[in-house]
C-alpha cells in the first residue's frame, strides 16, 4: 500500500501517514526464548526486538518505496487451489522436501508471521521486506548448518512452570532450553532460500499481499472482535493481532478452509504468544467466519 503506516489493532492506529510509538511493555510469554527470534532485517544485519525492544515509530512508507505488487491482488482460481492443495497434504508431507527444506505449510505461516511483526515494529510494508530478506547479500564466511532443519520443531508449545525434583534435572531442563534457542536462532535468522522450499516462499508472499491488501479493511473487523483489554494494550498485543491479519487474509483472499487456518493460528498463539491468546484468537476467527458466512448468505438471497 502506497504510503501506508503499518500499526495494529485501531482505527486509529491505522490511517495512512501516522505514526504510532511502541512503548517498553513487558511481556510475559510461555515461550519468550523462542519469540527472542522474531526479529526485524535490515539490508546488513538482524536486529533483534525481543523481549527487550526499545520504542519505536511505525513510519510511512515514501511513496516511490512501496512496490506495486503490495497495493495490487492478482490471485486466480489456480493459486487458492495451490493453496488448499497444500493443506490437504500438509498431514502426509514431509518436514523437508527433497532439496532439504522446509516444506509444510506450518513453516511458511511461521515466516509470515516473523515478517509482519517485524514490519509493525519498524513501520514497513511487510512484502517490501520479505523481498528485502530474499534479496539480502550473505555475510562473507556464511555457512548455515541444515542438519538444524531436522531438529527444529514448529510444534514446541509452551506450557505450565515445570517442577523439577533435583538441581541436576533443573541443569537439564535449562541445557534443552538453550539447545532449543540456539536452533530456533540459527533457522529464523538464516536466509529464507536455504530454509524453505520454493513453494513456500510463493506461498508466503502471496499470503503477505494478501495481508496488507486487507489490512485496513480487517483492522476494523479486529476492532469489533478483539476483547476490550486488547484494544486498551495494542503494543502489547502485536503478536497476537499480526496472527489475525494473517488467518483472516488467508481466509478472506487465498480461500483456505477456516477449519485449517483456525487451527493453524491457534497453534501459532500457543507457540508464541500467553496462555489466553489461542482461546481468544479461536474465538475471534470463529466469529469472523460466521459473520462472513452470514453476509454471504446475505447477498445470495438478494441476487435470488
Not at 54 to 76: I, K, M, N, Y
Not at 91 to 100: E, H, I, N, R, W
Not at 261 to 283: M, W
Request: glycine share 4%.
Amino acid at each position: 500500500m502506497e504510503g501506508m503506516c503499518f500499526s495494529l489493532s485501531l482505527p486509529s492506529c491505522s490511517v495512512p501517514s501516522s505514526s504510532f510509538s511502541l512503548s517498553n511493555h513487558h511481556h510475559h510469554h510461555s515461550r519468550s526464548n523462542c519469540l527472542q527470534f522474531l526479529v526485524t532485517f535490515s539490508t546488513s544485519s538482524l536486529v533483534s526486538v525481543w523481549p527487550n525492544y526499545h520504542s519505536r515509530t511505525f513510519l510511512p512508507l515514501p511513496t516511490s518505496a512501496a512496490p506495486a505488487s503490495a497495493s495490487v491482488l492478482h490471485f486466480s482460481a489456480k493459486d487458492k487451489k495451490e493453496a488448499n492443495d497444500e493443506e490437504e497434504g500438509a498431514t502426509v508431507m514431509p518436514k523437508l522436501d527433497k532439496t532439504g527444506r522446509f516444506c509444510n505449510p506450518r513453516a511458511a505461516r511461521e515466516l509470515s508471521l516473523l515478517i509482519v511483526y517485524a514490519a509493525c515494529l519498524e513501520g514497513s510494508d511487510p512484502v517490501r521486506l520479505f523481498e528485502k530478506r530474499m534479496n539480502a547479500r550473505r555475510e562473507p564466511g556464511y555457512e548455515f548448518d541444515k542438519a538444524s532443519l531436522l531438529e527444529y520443531n514448529h510444534m514446541s508449545f509452551g506450557g505450565p512452570p515445570v517442577t523439577t525434583q533435583t538441581i541436576e534435572e533443573a541443569n537439564d531442563l535449562v541445557r534443552t532450553d538453550e539447545q532449543e534457542s540456539a536452533i530456533e536462532a540459527e533457522v529464523l535468522s538464516a536466509p529464507p532460500k536455504l530454509v524453505y522450499s520454493k513453494l513456500l516462499l510463493r506461498f508466503t508472499r502471496k499470503l503477505l499481499v494478501a495481508t496488507v491488501d486487507k489490512w485496513d479493511s480487517h483492522v476494523l473487523v479486529i476492532d469489533k472482535v478483539v476483547p476490550p483489554e486488547w484494544k486498551n494494550e495494542p503494543t502489547g498485543r502485536i503478536l497476537e493481532l499480526c496472527i489475525l491479519h494473517l488467518a483472516m487474509s488467508e481466509i478472506a483472499v487465498l480461500g483456505t478452509r477456516h477449519q485449517i487456518v483456525i487451527n493453524e493460528a491457534v497453534d501459532l498463539a500457543k507457540r508464541f504468544c500467553d496462555g489466553s491468546a489461542p482461546r481468544i484468537i479461536n474465538g475471534c476467527l470463529r466469529t469472523f467466519v460466521k459473520d462472513k458466512m452470514s453476509v454471504g448468505m446475505a447477498h445470495a438471497r438478494v441476487d435470488l
